[in-house]
């Protein structure tokens, strides 16, 4: 049973346009909320995360919104380019919850951004 | 600054061997967790250590499993008699005491096992 699911395994889109990746969780103990993007053969990188107390973080081109009564959280990347085609991976955590100690991803997004 | 490493990065084992993965965390970063990542998945989680002690090892699959970091640094993931279904890249990573939840990824050990 898929705890973060990210229903799109793959999304292009133009230079210079907008990128949203979406994910779905069904654990409402999550309460940390991340962002990794991934290149073949490298181990993910962190880009952005939000804890449940907010709704909305910001990192330059990066912003993470979270929707706590829908479950729901997405990645909007903008402008987008070319170096943001990679795989991108939502992830969460029930720390605070008594959960376990490691974070529970979704299978991944893969961004294809188009020149 | 140096990353984590993870050694060796690629590994092909026959059915019932035994293999050891090792990794480097960053230096000073206290804890310390090991993912299996499955072709087409996110990473799952195996094991986490807080110095040199493990103190979650819930998600590791069977008891053929076995992790350690006995000076709280370098951590070494074991796995017996390997099979089929133990093939996959394992994912080591490490996070500061003070940002938990930041964790950094180091680029995966991938394990063939025929």
């Known amino acids: 049973d898929q705890q973060v699911k990210q229903n799109s395994p793959s999304l292009s889109v133009q230079e210079g346009r907008i990128s949203i990746l979406n994910c779905d969780y069904t654990?409402?103990?999550?309460?940390?909320f991340l962002w990794y993007k991934k290149y073949p053969a490298e181990g993910p990188t962190f880009l952005i995360s939000?804890?449940?107390?907010?709704d909305k973080n910001e990192d330059g081109r990066f912003t993470v919104f979270l929707n706590k009564s829908a479950k729901h959280l997405s990645l909007h990347i903008v402008p987008s380019q070319p170096g943001d085609s990679a795989v991108y991976f939502c992830a969460a955590s029930a720390l605070r919850g008594g959960g376990a100690d490691g974070l529970t991803f979704g299978k991944g997004t893969h961004l294809i951004i188009q020149p | 600054g140096a990353g984590v490493s993870q050694s060796p990065r690629y590994k092909v084992a026959k059915r019932g061997q035994d293999v050891a993965l090792r990794c480097d965390p960053i230096?000073?970063?206290?804890?310390l967790f090991w993912y299996q990542q499955a072709l087409g998945q996110g990473p799952e989680f195996l094991t986490y250590?807080?110095?040199?002690?493990?103190?979650?090892k819930s998600g590791l699959p069977s008891d053929r499993f076995f992790a350690e970091r006995p000076e709280g640094s370098v951590s070494t993931l074991k796995i017996q008699r390997t099979q089929q279904e133990d093939s996959a890249v394992y994912l080591c990573?490490?996070?500061?005491?003070?940002?938990?939840?930041?964790?950094?990824f180091g680029p995966g050990t991938r394990l063939t096992v025929t």
């Open positions: 250590f807080q110095n040199e002690a493990q103190l979650d």
């Open positions: 939000i804890s449940s107390i907010k």
């Open positions: 654990n409402s103990m999550f309460d940390y």
């Open positions: 230096s000073g970063h206290v804890s």
């Open positions: 990573a490490s996070s500061r005491a003070q940002s938990f939840y930041e964790q950094y």
